[in-house]
């Protein structure tokens, strides 16, 4: 690495390009803090207190690899208070934290120079115990103390329960800081964290959860505790008072000893989260929903109104206390079982007022859509709504939601069928719920749909069963895939469309319509596409003629980000290099300082798709400076358990939820041109080990009502450029090969016309990929390698018996393009074709050969001279890829990038 990439990393940037963004991460932040109990002692003055835990001087601001954010200044909670008034009675102890944190830092740093990428880590330095010494320097000139729990975001291995309590320094610590002090204010500087009696001990008069606020931790938490701003957030997932109250932590999202075969069975179903709590009777912490103000509110519905386009209510919110604040109205719904079983209740819509002064009131209206209310039948394959009454609830949180509506629908409605797919491989056991009691619903609002009013035409999605190949007219083409007598999963006939010669074109051409995209990828070479659809990670170069009449140049991009495309073909083809960064919590480019913002987590838990969209339209400004087309977020996955970083990664338990703040987030970005968002991880990715490979046995139902559900409700409120698959199997096959998902339910069902990506370092067949949808390999592939799948290509051995294996491109120590050199054959027990290699007598045998010998893939036997022949059985898949597959997945990407900013810019430079 050159001496320049090694001091990038270690922020020797400049300052931030937009200072006044750091004003905007400030008010986001303090809206985002959960006030989780107030004794009366907030808000409070600025004064003198003691100020002890980790969190306050290595404080965590945002998460960590490819979450971590590189900006000029982040504040710690120290650095927030003091500048905002406070004194602090615990120097002494202050000082040792901040060294101890120091010598941690410069060793990570040491690492970046040598490992080429900086973590992001500042949780690992454990915090010091507090001796009697500090305690007495501590009570000088005070009765108050802050204690500010920071703790571990990510760890490698076994989810263990000890991860959801206070470590023993941290329990030591608190537990003397209670018995000192009078006024004890806990603030939480992490994920959830098992509170037990400090919850209810009389010392600790509030707690605040301020999760990874962003680069203004500090600042923001000062405005909270002095009531500059009111805290008006909620949470976004349930708090249990024990990790095993929660559904998901006997099939942990993360490798243990019990996912045997490296599988995990998702035996919760739909019940995850709140809808395990309400729907079993397990009383919470605090409930999913839940936060405190310093004022109180009255909610009354005013308006119900039913239609098969939405469930219209109207809400009327009054603040009924003394100080000025915003209140969340979140709307529940109650669906009637008849056939199938349902949680007790499901957030199906939510608002945030103004900023209302005490005796003020505002008018809130939620619209619903249909598609939230119905639930999937895994016996017809459809989405439906059971016959019944629909019970809606107003409230402050799932538990104290009240009845206040409901709409009668007269008979079972089929509101849409889809394709069968994504089948688990075995049979699955799940949670079986009580008996959902009877409600009497008294005097309260109605309204009814009649279900012969539902217009149900064109409500069915069916499977493609054939593919078009685009072939210049005059030219030959045969179909080999056809012929073929192997199939790739859920494959369909190959049919040959004649299109008009246009050898001469460019992508230019496609733009001004004088050819169309379809005859545009015709002219083009399997070698040029198969560069087209991997990333700019290790491609190879080509000789390609260029098709202007004239010469032009492109500046070199300069910046560092997650990933580009090929810009091998920008000068001969008019085809940009499109640039990705990563941007959960704001834009990742190495050693450039951005804006900081709260992590996803938090951004969730404001309730609010205005603040998601400011948030979103300061990092469109910053894509656009710094020439980013695509952001890698928002993050959609579900917080399935609340630990480790899935947890401030993804923005709640609840997939509405999520997929309206992550719409949020778009809608900003959008606002600048050229510039769109990347959802990602495409889907159930919420373990921490063993991404790469696990398996995720989950049900339909489940798969589509709650790890989907938010996916498709961000792709039908904003249409985003494109999807990230995640890099885990589901139910057998790997996300990015199913052809099920990315086809016939994201393309079909859903009506997503954007490109969709592999993960970073996935494993998966790339050629699977493709035939599946899946249009971009990232961060960058073998040209070579996709090519191989549309030939007849024998497998390539090494000298100890088993195949060669290609491993390149690391980041974090993990290759980001690996495959082994099977070629045209696969490995299967099944298989009736062989394939033979020998091994020297001197050579020990690969330890893959003895595994695949256990599953009867292979078998070896001795020879008279000495040596091996390893015999493996499997399928000849010959040239398995077809051309039409590669041309559908550049033609995706190029309907995209013709609408980003790097294409605007490629035609300025050739003056067009």
Known sequence: MKLNDIKSKLFKGKGLQFPEHREIARGLAADTFVLLKNSGILPMKKSKVALFGAGAVDTIFSGLFFNYVFTDKNVNVKEGLLSNGFSFSTDAWLEKMEKAAGVKDKQDKATAKRNGAYEGKQYETDELPISEADIAEAVLGTDTCIYVVRHQLVASGPLKESEYHFTETEQQNLQLIVDTFENVILVLNTNMLELGQFARTKNIKAILLMGIPGMEAGNALADVLTGAVNPSGRLTATWAKKYKDYSTCYSTATLNASAKKNEIDYKEGIYVGYRYFDTFDV????????????????????????????????????????????????????????????????????????????????????????????????????????????????????????????????????????????????????????????????????????????????????????????????????????????????????????????????????LSGKVTVEEFVSSLSPEVMARIVAGDYYTSPIDNESRFKFDFNIDKYKYRVSARTTSQFATTLGIPAVKLADGPSGLRIEGVATTCFPSPMNMAQTWDMGAVVRMGRAMGREMEFYGIDYCLSPALNIHRNPMRSRAYEFYSEDPALAGVMGAGLIMGIKRYDGRDAILKNLATYNQESGTADVNINVSRRAFGEIYLRSFSACQFICKPAGLLNSGNRINGQYSSSQRGLNTDIVRKDWGFDGFILSDWGSISEKAYDIHAGCDLIMPGFDPDKILQAMMDIPPEFGKDGFVTKVEKSFVYGEPMIQYYNWGSFMPDKSGKDLVRTTVEADVPLNENIHRLKEQGICKIEDLPDGKKAVIYKGINRGAYLALGDLQQAVIHVLQVIKNSGSMKKLMESAKI
């Open 283 to 510: 009383a919470p912490l605090y409930p999913f929903g839940y936060g405190l103000s310093y004022t109180t509110f009255d909610m009354k519905l005013e308006y119900l109104e039913a239609s098969w386009m939405s469930i219209v209510l109207r809400v009327k919110v009054t603040n009924t206390g003394e100080h000025a604040g915003r209140q969340v109205v979140q709307v529940y719904c109650t669906q009637p079982i008849v056939n199938i079983e349902k949680p007790n209740q499901i957030l199906v819509g939510f608002a945030k007022t103004g900023k209302l002064k005490p005796g003020e009131h505002e008018d809130v209206t939620i619209k619903i859509p249909i598609m939230t209310l119905s639930s999937f039948d895994e016996e017809t394959t459809a989405w439906v709504m059971e016959k019944g009454d629909y019970l809606f609830r107003i409230g402050e949180n799932s538990k104290d939601a009240v009845l206040c509506g409901k709409v009668v629908l007269d008979r079972l409605t089929t509101i849409k069928s889809v394709t069968h797919v994504m089948e688990p491989e075995k049979p699955l056991e799940f949670l079986a719920p009580p008996k959902r009691p009877e409600e009497d619903t008294g005097f309260i609002m109605v309204a009814s749909l009649n279900g012969d009013d539902y217009n149900s035409e064109h409500k069915y999605v069916s499977r493609d069963e054939e593919f078009i190949t685009y072939v210049p007219e005059g030219s030959k083409y045969v179909s080999y895939t056809n012929s073929n007598s192997y199939n790739m999963p859920l494959t369909g006939r190959e049919n040959i469309k004649y299109v008009k010669p246009c050898g001469t074109s460019t992508f230019f051409d496609v």
